[in-house]
């Protein structure tokens, strides 16, 4: 079965650090790939996505995200965090194009002003 | 455009009442989801659908049961309510099979007493 594994679960950074969250899957033919954003008290909100193509992929407010197949990683990065990026993150994983979308258990970043 | 709308966005439930939580779309997509969200735990899917009439089981179904009788609607019932399914539940929906860009509703909190 299909499986996303997050490795930080809790991130402190002060503002304009650089960020890198990683997420591996277990899945080994075609994926599309995903990050998503929970801001406090809210619903989850589309950071980024992987289809195909160029597997460097920038998303919204300066995130990116580096699809490696031969690692099954798609891990976020931002260069410099800011305090309004405080926020939970999740890596989400659609694979062989079933439909079935599996999120991994999330990163708690918290930004420090 | 309303995107997907989730009522009740609150509910307290008594252990072994029943409810249903409801889910609508307006964009007319065919794949509809409905996930938990614990602490820790990132969101779990409970059960997915491909289409009006089609459904099926996710990572954590057992105590739940959906229905898809229109491509707007996907309904969660809770038959015989337990403290464990005491969680944030969230629909979201997407438009196919090859494009899994999950938008997401507002939520609903249950509270199993």
């Known amino acids: 079965a299909q499986s996303v594994s997050q490795h930080n679960h809790h991130v402190i950074l002060s503002e304009a650090a650089s960020l890198e969250l990683g997420c591996n899957y277990s899945y080994g033919g075609t994926v599309n790939l995903f990050w998503y954003v929970q801001y406090p008290g809210q619903h989850l909100q589309l950071l980024l996505k992987?289809?195909?193509?160029?597997?460097l992929v920038k998303g919204i407010k300066g995130f990116e995200a580096e699809f490696i197949k031969s690692k099954f990683s798609f891990n976020l990065r931002k260069p410099s965090v800011q305090w309004s990026d405080t926020a939970e993150y999740f890596c989400a994983v659609n694979a062989g194009n079933t439909g079935k979308l599996i999120f991994g258990q999330g990163t708690t970043l918290q930004v420090k002003p | 455009n309303a995107g997907v709308t989730q009522t009740p966005k609150f509910r307290i439930l008594k252990i072994g009442q029943s409810m249903t939580l409801q889910c609508t779309q307006d964009m007319n997509h065919n794949y509809m989801y409905w996930y938990r969200q614990d602490p820790g735990m990132g969101l779990k899917l409970i059960y997915y659908?491909?289409?009006?009439?089609?459904?099926d089981k996710g990572e954590v179904p057992n105590g739940y049961n959906v229905s898809r009788s229109t491509t707007e609607d996907f309904p969660l019932r809770l038959e015989l309510a337990a403290p464990s399914q005491t969680s944030v539940y969230f629909c979201a929906s997407a438009r196919s099979q090859t494009n899994t860009e999950a938008f997401f509703g507002q939520g609903t909190r249950l509270t199993v007493v």
């Open positions: 659908s491909v289409g009006a009439g089609i459904t």
């Open positions: 992987y289809f195909s193509g160029d597997p």
